[in-house]
């Protein structure tokens, strides 16, 4: 990709309403524009790490032998009146109505609308276990929007829910959204935490958040010391087998929100335990029949018939995500993308365009690099090589290729990590051996 060709709204000062780092970056790199208190357009660099993230997460979920599924936006009232939840949910529910009086409402989550779709189709534990999920647009009318995409009114989430015929078999539904979470986040580049919580408004009786260790984090965290640096997820899962043991493994760690945190619940060392503040990227729920029993979600078994399905439901802040990477991944220069999520793995940054022996060099190593299937983003822009600089920093791929007439003369090229701002020189031959193996 060409920099003078891509739409980069990028801003010189911090702007004045964001007080995070990452609400910061983002609109300072152009990920995101405000559209009115809580909403935002996604721009281009906003747009491809939302769908890195969103894609990520979806094969995971299709690994875990989910079903992808779309549900829209708008949904009618009479399904939560069913639930019981169309009075419960209060002034976050934005509700609308249509021109013929019908009253619907921008949904919150689905989990009336999920249970509407299975008691259509789904009549026999034979049919069992099932999990839908699908990847949508959210609304919720938050007291106070902020943050950024962090705490938004419209936001993606990635929300699955599991059908079961029993509680035990409800649990090993369970355990595969656990692990896949693990795994997903894993696979962005972070680091979350499972960690025990309220089940809110939706319901149930087992419930886990993840979270990512954040200062700027909304939730406040108790969790054992060991935990930050427990490895205990494995690279390719086999999401048939047994996964309790896994699943028991993280949870005999002491982690839990605030709201669950019990000092007295913890049997060693007081000193081990560590107070912190963490971004909730994830929540999982086990909730039994809670919906599909008002609902009458019904399946026939072989032990009887009618009986209420159990289910849980499962979600991913997806654009709260890119928030929360950048707040994990960043320093005072600007963003510094985990190498999994980066847009491009190399910025070339011709420091004197316009100078032929600049310009051709940079036109060959743009054309090697991406013959070489490497992706790069070239700054071919008339800015000034001090601006250029800046602001490959502020966007953060994980490598800088910095061309300029006094490196050429000595055939010398730097090659700068964007993580640690070490700079290797190095000749040309030694560039490309560096980029066709890394
Ligand atoms: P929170 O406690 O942060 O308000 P929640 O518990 O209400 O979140 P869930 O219903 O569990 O959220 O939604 C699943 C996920 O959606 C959350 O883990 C979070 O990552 C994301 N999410 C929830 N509310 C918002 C929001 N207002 N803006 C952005 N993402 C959100
Ligand atoms: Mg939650």
Redesign the pocket.
């Known amino acids: 990709m060409l920099l003078s060709r891509f739409f980069i709204p990028i801003l010189k000062e911090n702007p004045k309403e964001a007080q995070i780092a990452s609400h910061v970056l983002m609109l300072r790199a152009g990920l995101c524009q405000q559209s009115a208190s809580g909403i935002y357009s996604w721009l281009p660099l906003g747009k491809i790490i939302l769908d890195k993230i969103t894609d990520i997460c979806k094969n995971e979920m299709l690994l875990a032998g989910a079903n992808e599924i779309l549900m829209p936006t708008l949904q009618p009232a009479e399904i939560w009146k069913e639930s019981g939840r169309y009075e419960d949910y209060g002034k976050e529910m934005l509700r609308i109505k249509d021109r013929n009086d019908r009253d619907l409402l921008y949904g919150p ?1 689905n989990e009336e609308l999920v249970t509407d779709i299975f008691r259509t189709h789904v009549k026999s534990y034979k049919e069992l276990p099932l999990n839908l999920f699908h990847i949508q647009w959210k609304f ?1 009318d ?1 007291l106070r929007p902020r943050f950024g ?5 419209e ?1 993606l ?1 990635k929300d699955a829910y599991s059908f079961d015929i029993d509680y035990e078999s409800s649990i090993i539904s369970y355990n595969k959204m656990f692990i896949a979470y693990m795994n997903l986040f894993k696979k962005m580049g972070l680091k979350a935490i499972p960690m025990k919580a309220d089940t ?1 408004p ?1 319901g149930g009786d087992l419930s886990h ?1 993840f979270i990512i260790i954040a200062e700027t984090g ?1 939730s406040e965290v108790y969790l054992e010391k060991e935990l930050l640096s427990f490895e205990g997820i494995l690279d390719k899962v086999d999401y048939d087998s047994n996964l309790q043991d896994i699943v028991n493994k993280y949870t005999s760690f002491y982690a839990a929100t605030d709201e669950k945190h019990d000092p007295k619940a913890y049997k060693k060392d007081l000193n081990n335990l560590i107070k912190s503040r963490g971004i ?4 999982i729920f086990h909730f039994g029949q809670k919906y599909s029993k008002p609902m009458q979600a019904n399946i026939n078994t072989n032990i009887g018939s009618n009986i209420p399905a159990y289910m849980g439901s499962y ?3 997806l ?2 995500l890119v928030g929360a990477v950048i707040e994990a991944n960043h320093d005072e220069k600007g963003i510094i993308w985990p190498k999994e999520l980066t847009p491009w793995y190399y910025n070339l940054i011709n420091l004197k365009n316009g100078d032929d022996d600049c310009d051709n060099i940079c036109y060959d190593l743009y054309n090697k690099i991406k013959s070489m299937s490497k992706t790069v983003l070239y700054d071919d822009t008339m800015d000034r090589a001090g601006s250029k600089l800046a602001k490959a920093d502020l966007i953060g791929i994980p490598f800088q290729i910095i061309i300029g007439p006094r490196g050429i003369n000595d055939k010398i090229f730097d090659l700068k990590d964007r993580k640690n701002g070490e700079i290797q020189k190095l000749s040309y031959d030694e560039l490309i051996n560096f980029i066709s193996t890394n």
């Open positions: 989550t919720r938050e995409v962090m705490r938004g009114r936001f989430m809110g939706i958040e909304e909730e990227v994830g929540h979600g991913v802040g654009s709260r």
